[in-house]
């Protein structure tokens, strides 16, 4: 099955500063890799997904990279706020089901 | 509030004894999900259900565990005979079969004492 590994575990960085996690996974038939946010006590929700036919996709401060041939992709944060704080998630999935294997998570800390 | 919800919110029960959680999806979304998380972890997938066929079980889902989504619409996980080890937080997801993203609900809380 497939396997998300993800990284730092912690990330604490300043205001305006900006905020890299990466992921990476085993399965190569994997080809939506999902990022979520998850505040503390709520549930987590989507902030950015990306497909496998493309390579990078942008929105506002937020962008992700796909590299296929590596089986690695990451969240970019650029100019972090403090409501940036919550524990992120990246995700990957395939087949028609489209079951997510998510990592463990990145607790980003944003410092005023 | 036209989101995933989810019923009851918190659930403690005493080791030994049955519970069950539901799950309202949002309407036109005829692909739902259970997964499971604790403390620390990303959401660990239990179940899919695509309209009221049950298609995937996770290998974490042992035989104490069942689900159904009888109509098509909401569904339900039954935990039986509870162990300590099923104290975690219980999310349901849906979405629609045109698009991948899945929208989450506030999750049941479940402690087992």
């Known amino acids: 099955g497939e396997n998300v590994e993800q990284h730092p575990s912690t990330l604490s960085v300043q205001e305006g500063d900006s905020a890299v996690i990466k992921c990476t996974y085993s399965?190569?038939?994997?080809?939506?890799f999902p990022w979520y946010k998850q505040e503390l006590g709520k549930r987590p929700q989507l902030i950015i997904d990306i497909r496998s036919n493309v390579g990078e996709k942008k929105d506002q401060r937020i962008a992700v990279t796909l590299n296929k041939t590596a089986k690695h992709f990451s969240l970019h944060i650029t100019e972090t706020q403090p409501e940036d704080s919550a524990v992120y998630f990246c995700a990957a999935s395939s087949g028609g089901s489209y079951i997510p294997t998510f990592g463990r998570g990145t607790s980003l800390i944003v410092h005023p | 509030d036209t989101g995933v919800s989810q019923n009851p919110r918190h659930k403690i029960t005493k080791r030994g004894q049955n519970v069950t959680f539901r799950c309202d999806p949002i309407?036109?979304?005829?692909?739902l999900y259970w997964y499971r998380q604790t403390l620390g972890q990303g959401p660990e997938f239990l179940t899919y259900f695509q309209n009221e066929a049950q298609l995937e079980k996770s290998r974490l889902l042992s035989d104490r565990f069942s689900a159904e989504r009888p109509k098509g619409s909401f569904s339900t996980l039954e935990i039986q005979r509870t162990e300590q080890g099923d104290s975690a937080m219980y999310l349901c997801a849906s979405r629609t079969g045109a698009n991948y993203e899945q929208y989450f609900g506030p999750g049941t809380r479940l402690t087992v004492t």
């Open positions: 309407s036109e979304h005829n692909r």
């Open positions: 399965d190569s038939a994997s080809n939506y």
